[in-house]
């Protein structure tokens, strides 16, 4: 399994993340962002965490994986921080 793709994402006060079959959409008090679903990654939201899961061990899915998890948890970020440059 992904070592990154298990981690699961906190989700702070006054993030909302709504999962259909096509898109994952995160809205905060900076804005609302929107990212297409990978096939066989599936993503459920419990009250303040969300877990991201494989449905199989193919090479496509397992390379997916963590990458799904890394955009949704910079997704919650730029909802809640925004974008900075240095």
């Not at 006054?14 to 804005?31: C, L, M, R």
């Amino acid at each position: 399994m992904s070592r990154i793709g298990k981690l699961p994402v906190e989700i702070p006060a006054g993030v909302t993340i709504t999962v259909d079959e096509q898109f994952i959409t995160v809205n905060g008090p900076k804005g609302m962002l929107k990212q297409f679903m990978m096939p066989g990654i599936k993503v459920t939201v419990e009250e303040n965490i969300a877990t991201i899961s494989r449905l199989s061990d193919e090479q496509e899915h397992r390379s997916k994986h963590g990458l799904m998890r890394t955009l949704i948890a910079n997704m919650v970020e730029g909802v809640t921080k925004g974008f900075e440059k240095k």
